[in-house]
């Protein structure tokens, strides 16, 4: 088996599915393998062009068995997928089918830019796609092993006598999961090159934001708090965010909401006088209703079949508030001024270095109209991005809520799983999803854990247990650090927690896990290493690490639950909790 799975895909004939079926005849495909990757292209030799619907690179039963462990990526931020092939089980809140209606195809399960498959203890399959230039590429696996390789060519026109070439196909099988990443990870980064500074660890930026305590009832009076207590007491932190409800509408990033009576400039301004790094929360794709950005320009937006401006709830998740939304066309010319021009405003004359790029997801909407007819959904979110990044010139530019893919090299950063909200459910959700994408970290992006939150609000209470994995999911993580309770609420322990995740000696190193199960990880520093151990259970359990003569072992946080003897560590661990402890 080790070898038939890769030698079965090499050897499938390749082929184009299209809205009227006879045109097929006039296309075909070729497809150039070079060691672990295929580079296929579409060919036309008709005199007009012809809808293509989607290119099949696959579509035959895999000798798997139905218990086969999987794992497969989301098309957006907020999905993924666990399980087996016959019980697919969605590890995000938000699967992409459901949630975000993108279209699936009956009897299959839809996952986007790689599988991982275990047949064995010892026999990993990766498939994946090692770029996301202009399509979008789909994994479907049936329940009995079916396994479909589609591109996504939304039924564009290929003109007579041309030719597309498409996204590279990648496959690696192996013993270890962890090096087929690796070496998956440095095959996208031949094709991506990642976005400048994104992967110097000394650049990862620290800070504080204000949506995990005020939410959308930002005042200015609670940015001067903060700031206030950034100044005298965090000064460790490096960003204060202004997350959303500063403005007075979606879309309308400079008109200040009433609660901000010095309007974004001033409120900057006091920022930079503070000594501390000012940055911004913007969803820069869409705008409500009754922003003036959509009441003056309607013709900017993806239209639906009637050539109106859509409605995102239409076809897919309507957003979180002020809905509806509409979509900013990222192909239209005067759509990527405005978002080149509105950057590098907020860059060059706010002195803006780090973007929250929110709601990037409809960015690449599906099932709309763009101004450029032959422009994919991919294209059009990565022209709109092109228009940020080069208004936004040398900042730090935060991807959230976006398409994972289709992002690659336009952000430094990536949120890696859902937002933090207090209570044990939620702690345990994000950790799966932010460990499952650890690989990403330092190698496509900086990942972002989200917020580190430490105390209970209304509505939001948490144990100290299961902050403790909340905690350890943030370390483990490695990537941006940025605290969401309100600072002067502290108690001294959330103080003291809080500064040693910032004086933390093991930053920006690799976190390594020595399995799937994501149970132990190590983190190494010279002689030092760091042991994160997650109990998954819903009971408390014992773990015993060796510990040589000359070693000595000691709690991350200095209140672990630790006994020694000969030659070993006891690490008591709570019930869905986790635990930290260094061995030197």
Request: hydrophobic share 40%; aromatic share 10%.
């Amino acid at each position: 088996m080790f070898q038939s799975i890769t030698a079965q895909i090499q050897d499938f004939k390749r082929y184009a599915l299209t809205t009227i079926p006879r045109q097929a005849l006039s296309l075909w495909m070729t497809c150039q393998w070079q060691q672990s990757s295929c580079q296929w292209q579409l060919n036309s030799s008709a005199k007009h062009s012809i809808k293509i619907k989607e290119i099949v690179l696959f579509d035959d039963v895999l000798a798997l068995s139905a218990d086969c462990p999987f794992y497969g990526e989301g098309f957006q931020m907020l999905a993924q997928t666990g399980g087996t092939i016959s019980q697919p089980q969605a590890i995000g809140r938000c699967p992409d089918d459901s949630h975000y209606r993108i279209p699936s195809e009956a009897g299959f399960h839809s996952s986007y830019n790689y599988i991982l498959l275990s047949p064995r203890e010892n026999h990993h399959i990766l498939l994946g796609f090692s770029s996301c230039f202009r399509f979008s590429g789909t994994f479907r696996l049936s329940a009995n092993g079916r396994l479909k390789i589609i591109v996504d060519c939304e039924d564009l026109p290929l003109a007579g006598f041309s030719h597309w070439q498409g996204e590279l196909l990648v496959i690696l099988e192996g013993t270890e999961p962890a090096l087929l990443l690796h070496q998956y990870g440095q095959l996208i980064n031949q094709n991506h090159v990642a976005r400048k500074q994104s992967l110097q660890s000394q650049n990862t930026p620290s800070g504080w934001c204000s949506w995990y305590h005020y939410y959308a009832d930002l005042h200015e009076a609670d940015i001067s708090e903060n700031l206030q207590q950034m100044r005298q007491q965090f000064t460790a932190l490096d960003y204060l965010l202004i997350d959303d409800g500063y403005q007075a509408y979606m879309g309308d990033w400079l008109t200040p909401s009433p609660r901000f009576g010095a309007g974004l400039a001033g409120i900057v301004e006091q920022i930079h006088r503070a000594g501390v790094k000012p940055a911004l929360w913007v969803a820069p794709f869409i705008a409500e209703g009754n922003s003036a950005i959509f009441k003056q320009h309607p013709d900017w937006f993806v239209k639906d079949e009637n050539g109106a401006p859509l409605a995102a709830e239409k076809v897919t998740y309507g957003g979180w508030r002020c809905t509806p939304w509409y979509v900013l066309d990222g192909t239209h010319p005067q759509v990527q001024k405005h978002l080149k021009t509105l950057m590098r405003y907020l860059h060059q004359a706010l002195g803006i270095t780090l973007f929250k790029l929110d709601a990037n997801f409809w960015g690449a909407i599906h099932g709309g109209y763009f101004y450029d007819p032959t422009a994919t959904r991919i294209e059009a979110y990565r022209r709109g991005m092109a228009a940020i990044c080069e208004g936004a010139g040398e900042s730090f530019l935060l991807g959230c809520n976006a398409p994972l893919w289709p992002s690659l090299g336009m952000v430094n950063g990536m949120r890696v799983g859902d937002d933090v909200e207090r209570n044990g459910d939620r702690f345990y959700q994000i950790a799966q999803e932010i460990l499952h994408r650890s690989w990403q970290n330092q190698v496509l992006w900086i990942n972002d854990p989200d917020c580190i939150t430490l105390e209970n609000v209304q509505q939001q209470i948490a144990t100290p247990e299961q902050y403790r994995l909340h905690l350890l999911t943030v370390l483990a993580c490695n990537g941006l650090l940025v605290a969401g309770d309100r600072l002067a609420g502290l108690s001294e322990t959330s103080r003291e927690q809080l500064a040693k995740l910032l004086n933390n000696e093991f930053a920006g190193l690799p976190t390594e896990f020595k399995n799937r199960d994501f149970r132990h990880a190590t983190i190494v520093k010279g002689k030092a290493t760091l042991h994160l151990l997650f109990n998954w259970e819903n009971d408390a359990v014992v773990i015993n690490l060796p510990v040589e003569a000359a070693q000595k072992a000691q709690g991350f946080f200095g209140d672990e639950l630790l006994s020694a003897s000969v030659n070993k560590v006891s690490v008591h661990i709570a019930a869905r909790s986790a635990a930290a402890l260094i061995i030197k």
